[in-house]
């Protein structure tokens, strides 16, 4: 039930992202602005587990003296552990590879899981982890989004939630804990989505109860005293933490959330990072925020089987089916933040949903992305068509013409645009500092990313850098170095602040230390 599902999703990835693979060993799957960030994650992770011991959640090699906590930002830590295990056997480009293609192999394939589990239908179920996949939402945040792109884990710990309530034990009880960890060490956004999806589920399983007086039974509270101690221990501990940061201190970075909603006629307008974008142009280029967030069309394939399949929902047996229809609605209206959206133009209507998710999760205020929460509605919407393939499988010949038509429709419609890739090329003065001996940098050229991304060969502390979520303490902190660099005053960055090195905008190397000039390009 593995095997075979994973080589059909890794086909599919490489033919419909074909020749990516090819640069497999010497471009990184990803731009050059953002993905810049998530290497360097995966770098830093690793070099603070295997090298200096400490936890990956702060550095001291970012916004050097002070350094700076990483708790707010995208780190995505569980890439960061995958790379470093796969360390030893492949380089930073081909791990960061391998993980993009594990995000859609393994989400495939989750989702696949999760679909059978629920319909007992190995072909529907497939296309079910097509769907959630090979979205349009996940193409579109793979190039600068990995945190995003990793959205693996929320099928499994649905699955293990959902059969965990209805058959409760301290083994799925772990089990969901374990998962539910997994997604918080990718996202803190999806954490939340999945918290939310656990509570739809128990309140669900409560309904057909007609009690809750079900979670009283000795069977229910063993089990669920397990999962919260479990949960509190590894997932409770970082949400524990985070809290206390946004209570403690401002974050800047955060995202106005009327600048990032789901326009109400995206999800069924064909998105702009697919094959055809040029097609609906005179939509996608009218909406609010950048493509990679609004890109969230779930197709007109899926659409249909959706449409049929609350049609003919008595003849699907899946007891649960309604649930996923409720979810899929309540997640889609609640992307729509805080005010509605209509090709691109706001509306005076102002959607509640949002504003109240807001106030039980402090960090959807750090969050700010209402579209993000489209990734359940990919998957409601995957579970739901997979049970509408599934009766035409089993109907007549003109149902299971109609199901492979659609089928051909959908491998079409979610064909993407091919990938950015990034050589990895580091300028002559990276190499020189990396040879050079241990100091902290000032890379006074205006390009966090590239500083970042830079830090990962020479391995040095620098001088600010991009984390998505910083105290203003510190923004104020590191204003003052701003000062002195744009005065030149050399001395105090030496002495107070303990810098060595200086680049300047043409990629000369100063060494404070020494006052003077190590390396200019000779072009």
Request: one cysteine or more.
């Amino acid at each position: 039930m593995g095997v075979v599902p994973a080589a059909i999703y890794l086909g599919i990835f490489f033919a419909v992202t074909y020749p990516l693979m090819l640069q497999f060993s010497t471009h990184f799957f990803t731009d050059k602005k953002d993905g810049l960030v998530m290497i360097w994650n995966i770098w830093w992770t690793r070099l603070a587990v295997t090298e200096l011991h400490q936890s990956p959640w702060h550095t001291s090699y970012l916004y050097h003296p002070y350094g700076v906590s990483l708790l707010a930002h995208t780190l995505c830590p569980f890439n960061g552990f995958l790379a470093t295990l796969l360390h030893p056997f492949l380089t930073l480009k081909q791990a960061y590879n391998l993980i993009v293609v594990f995000t859609f192999v393994m989400g495939g394939l989750t989702t696949f899981w999760l679909s059978f589990y629920l319909i007992r239908s190995y072909w529907p179920s497939i296309a079910a982890g097509f769907i959630f996949g090979f979205s349009n939402f996940h193409f579109a945040h793979t190039p600068g989004h990995l945190n995003l792109a990793s959205l693996e884990w929320i099928p499994l710990f649905v699955l293990c939630w959902y059969a965990f309530i209805k058959n409760p034990g301290a083994l799925l009880a772990l089990a969901s804990a374990a998962t539910l960890f997994a997604v918080m060490l990718c996202d803190y956004s999806y954490f939340s989505y999945c918290v939310l999806v656990a509570v739809a589920i128990l309140a669900w399983h409560a309904l057909r109860q007609k009690t809750p007086r079900f979670l009283l039974t000795k069977r229910y509270i063993a089990s669920l005293s397990v999962f919260v101690a479990a949960t509190l221990a590894s997932s409770g501990v970082i949400a524990l933490k985070l809290l206390r940061m946004i209570n403690s201190s401002s974050l800047y970075g955060a995202h106005d959330p009327s600048e990032f909603p789901t326009d109400l006629l995206s999800p069924f307008l064909y998105g702009a990072r697919l094959r055809f974008s040029q097609l609906t142009e005179g939509f996608w280029t009218r909406l609010q925020g950048n493509t990679s967030e609004t890109s969230v069309y779930v197709g007109v394939s899926v659409l249909i089987l959706i449409t049929y399949g609350w049609l003919r929902r008595k003849r699907i047996a899946m007891e649960s089916l309604r649930l996923w229809y409720v979810l899929l609605i309540f997640f889609l209206l609640a992307s729509l933040g805080p005010t509605l959206y209509v090709w691109g133009k706001r509306t005076p209507f102002e959607v509640m949903p949002f504003r109240l998710l807001e106030k039980v999760f402090p960090w959807f205020a750090i969050s700010g992305m209402p579209s993000r929460m489209m990734v359940i509605v990919m998957l409601c919407a995957a579970l739901t068509a997979a049970a509408a393939l599934d009766i035409l499988f089993r109907g007549s010949g003109k149902s299971r013409l109609g199901a492979a038509v659609l089928i051909v429709f959908l491998a079409v419609e979610y064909l993407p645009q091919r990938l950015p890739t990034f050589g990895g090329e580091a300028p002559d003065w990276v190499i020189a500092l990396r040879d050079s001996p241990s100091g902290a940098v000032i890379d006074a050229r205006g390009d966090p990313y590239g500083a970042m991304y830079y830090q990962t060969i020479h391995g040095k502390p620098i001088w600010g850098g991009f984390v998505a979520r910083i105290s203003t303490d510190l923004l104020e902190k590191n204003e003052r170095i701003n000062k002195l660099v744009g005065e030149l005053a050399g001395k105090r960055l030496r002495d107070e602040y303990r810098f060595r090195y200086a680049v300047t905008g043409s990629g000369e190397i100063y060494d404070l230390t020494r006052e003077k000039i190590i390396f200019r390009d000779q072009d």
